[in-house]
């Protein structure tokens, strides 16, 4: 059988992750609009708790399988309060939150239940108000979030290794898609077949995770915020020019893969996880399955695969993502590893981007002017490194780009965005070329081991490129030679 045929065949065996129907539904899939939803039952009735609101919105979504209500408790056990938010759910906002929350995938590989955030990124609403509810209910009691993990991302990870476990671990995890509309995003469609750990789930549970930790560490002397109010807080964040991530020390979503990574890597993953299958299997009564004797090679190689692609990898932006036009012509394949990496400005646009729209917009500019002035095929760079906290994708890992003339076939060409002739990039946006991206390529395939950094102005001799501060920052870096 294909790996899409066994794709299909995994999900439809978990009848929650799968319908058969064309998309519907002309509500906005964004966080914004989640987020003015939630704002709209707690301005309904004062005083409401955020315990009681996720659990009645997880009533709404009928996310009550045998697990949740293992650490949860049914959503229908409800308290008189819980009666009354239920009720206006389904006399205000139902429709919504139903579509909104639960989570499936469709024969057409669209996938429901996530929602864009205002950084670019699409998360699962599920895993994310699983976590927050486990968080709350320790919170409330006074004892540690023993579901969280499990609820958000033990599962989830568990079940994919194990179902796809005869193809290589990559395979395992993911896809990523693009939205129709980033501006009124309706539609998600998936890049390949799914996973039962898509990229949106995957975001969803670690979101969950930080934000579910976060409600829990709440003293107890002191009451936790109102739902949207944390929401806004995670996902609607706004940088400052000159400031940028450097200045954030909260959470936030652009900080998720490194805040998950510092919350989770100290649990042991490997017995997280098989402790999480066990249970599921007792709970279950398909306990046989552990008999199996591949189970643990699997848990092993597919957290390999998810630690380099969810914390060692930055967030790429796909051009899709972006608003990239069409490549003009055929790409021309690289032959891979390859043995530099050059580091650009792209002194235009002249200031970093701080957002997801501005640096898309950036992303949009430079491309036009490579295509439409230069008569270039495609934006030149292979990727381009924002002060958002993100990375957007060029001509990528496998294509040849046009940025650093006579060497294109044997390196990578990354610009940061901005004018870095008297000022440096944020440390956090420097850290997310030098450590994160390089780190991937190395560990990807995508570069060798021993690579080589350089600037611009060392393969070229007309140019001062990437910028005199930031080339003499750069010669203190690893792998930098001149």
């Not at 899409?4 to 995994?10: D, R």
């Not at 060692?312 to 021309?332: L, N, S, V, Y």
């Not at 992303?363 to 230069?374: P, Y």
Request: net charge negative.
């Amino acid at each position: 059988m294909t790996l899409f045929g066994l794709s299909f065949l995994v999900l439809a065996l978990c009848n929650f992750f799968t319908v058969h129907s064309r998309p519907t539904g002309a509500y906005l899939r964004n966080m914004d609009s989640f987020i003015r939803a939630v704002e709209q039952v707690e301005d309904s009735n004062p005083g409401l708790s955020p315990l009681a609101l996720v659990r009645a919105l997880r009533r709404t979504a009928g996310n009550d399988d045998v697990m949740t209500m293992h650490f949860l408790g049914a959503s229908y056990n409800l308290t008189d309060a819980e009666v009354l938010v239920t009720a206006i759910l389904n006399a205000s906002s139902f429709s919504f939150f139903d579509k909104a929350i639960h989570h499936i995938v469709t024969d057409y590989g669209e996938e429901r239940g996530v929602v864009l955030a205002p950084d670019g990124t699409t998360l699962a609403l599920a895993p994310l108000l699983l976590g927050i509810e486990s968080g709350l209910k320790a919170k409330m009691e006074g004892t540690p979030a023993v579901g969280l993990f499990p609820l958000t991302l033990g599962r989830t990870l568990g079940l994919s290794f194990l179902s796809l476990k005869d193809f290589p671990p990559s395979f395992r995890l993911g896809p990523n898609g693009c939205w129709d509309n980033v501006d009124r995003p309706k539609l998600f469609k998936l890049s390949r077949p799914a996973t039962l750990a898509t990229d949106a789930v995957i975001n969803g549970g670690m979101d969950g995770a930080i934000l579910g930790m976060d409600f829990s560490n709440v003293p107890a002397s002191e009451e936790p915020q109102a739902l949207s109010e944390v929401l806004k807080g995670y996902y609607s964040f706004i940088l400052h020019q000159g400031q940028g991530l450097d200045a954030v020390t909260s959470h936030v979503s652009a900080r998720r893969r490194e805040i998950s990574r510092s919350t989770l890597e100290p649990l042991d993953l490997y017995s997280q996880v098989m402790e999480t299958l066990a249970l599921v299997w007792k709970l279950e009564k398909t306990e046989w399955i552990a008999l199996d004797t591949e189970v643990g090679n699997a848990v092993t190689d597919g957290l390999q695969a998810f630690v380099h692609k969810y914390w060692d990898c930055p967030q790429i932006i796909p051009r899709c993502q972006w608003g990239a036009k069409a490549h003009q012509g055929t790409p021309i394949p690289l032959s891979l590893p390859l043995q530099f990496l050059y580091v650009h400005h792209t002194y235009q646009p002249s200031s970093p981007c701080l957002s997801f729209p501005n640096c898309s917009r950036d992303m949009r500019g430079m491309q036009r002017f490579h295509q439409e002035d230069r008569g270039w095929s495609d934006i030149g760079y292979s990727f381009v490194v924002g002060s958002d906290g993100y990375v957007y994708e060029g001509s990528g890992w496998k294509h040849l780009g046009r940025h650093t003339r006579g060497h294109n076939a044997i390196g990578y060409g990354v610009s940061i965005i901005g004018n870095y002739t008297a000022a440096l990039p944020s440390r956090r946006t420097m850290d997310l070329l030098r450590h994160r991206l390089v780190r991937c390529a190395v560990d990807g395939g995508w570069l060798v081991a021993n690579f080589t950094i350089q600037g611009h102005r060392q393969a070229v001799n007309y140019t001062s490129c990437p910028g005199d501060a930031l080339f003499s920052e750069m010669r203190g870096w690893e792998h930098f030679r001149e």
